[in-house]
């Protein structure tokens, strides 16, 4: 059975789509959302295997929403009445794209992709649902993140470091932070090893963003961003630091 989150702020469309994965079977409605700041709260609470995913929603879209979630990551099926997205939802690894109103052939199609990408190397639980930990996740071309109420898109490019703080994930940009829900554990998972690089327990730095590393006592080690931060490198991961950048 595949546990599913629908997700659009219009209920007759979840509604709609209720109905038809009822009369299809096979899947579990789980959860459902009616923005995009609730569908990532109920994703990272329910942890569905497959979300129907709205684009045009309010308080951020379903691609920023998508572009945003860590590894493991749920399948993603888009449902949206306009088809200029498409290029950019399958760049996200969507499994599928469907236009509204949604029609049953189109629906069941779908769902047998999702079935079929489960069953190729890939295991399941003990209900025959998409293994979670099997589950893999394209590196993010941007980051969600939050600014107050307001949530803000980060291109990779601009994202200085990633730090842990009081139980919360800090990413930096140049004279400015903001709030992410992904772990430092979920992130380095999904972050493209040539450009990010873990230098502690506590911190991610973008590579390009380093301007100095210096040695100190006990084989440790410090890095001086290219906005004047410093932040501490661990013993055990200052040598491959060294290598990384001068490789």
């Not at 920023?64 to 888009?78: C, D, G, N, T």
């Not at 939802?89 to 489960?118: H, T």
Request: aromatic share 6%; net charge negative; glycine share 10%.
């Amino acid at each position: 059975m595949i546990r599913a989150l629908l997700v659009d702020d219009e209920e007759p469309a979840r509604e709609r789509l209720r109905r038809l994965l009822a009369e299809l079977g096979g899947v579990e409605v789980s959860g459902e959302a009616g923005d995009g700041e609730q569908a990532m709260e109920n994703i990272a609470t329910l942890k569905p295997d497959l979300v129907f995913l709205d684009i045009q929603m309010p308080g951020c879209t379903g691609m920023e929403v998508a572009a945003s979630l860590a590894a493991p990551r749920p399948r993603i099926i888009f449902c949206t009445a306009f088809d200029q997205y498409a290029v950019d939802a399958f760049e996200l690894n969507a499994v599928d794209y469907l236009l509204k109103p949604i029609n049953r052939a189109r629906l069941e199609k779908a769902l047998e992709r999702v079935r079929g990408e489960g069953s190729r190397g890939e295991g399941r639980d003990q209900d025959g649902a998409i293994d979670r930990a099997a589950r893999g996740g394209s590196t993010p071309a941007r980051f969600l993140a939050r600014k107050g109420a307001t949530f803000r898109v980060v291109p990779a490019r601009d994202v200085l470091y990633f730090a842990s703080e009081n139980g919360l994930t800090k990413l930096q940009a140049a004279g400015q932070h903001y709030w992410m829900q992904p772990t430092l554990n979920d992130l380095e998972a999904r972050l493209e090893p040539s450009q990010f690089f873990r230098i502690s327990r506590a911190a991610i730095v973008n590579l390009d963003a380093v301007r100095d590393v210096a040695p100190s006592a006990g084989g440790q080690g410090e890095v001086t961003l290219v906005d004047g931060s410093r932040l501490e490198v661990s013993r055990r991961r200052f040598a491959e630091l060294t290598e990384r950048l001068g490789g």
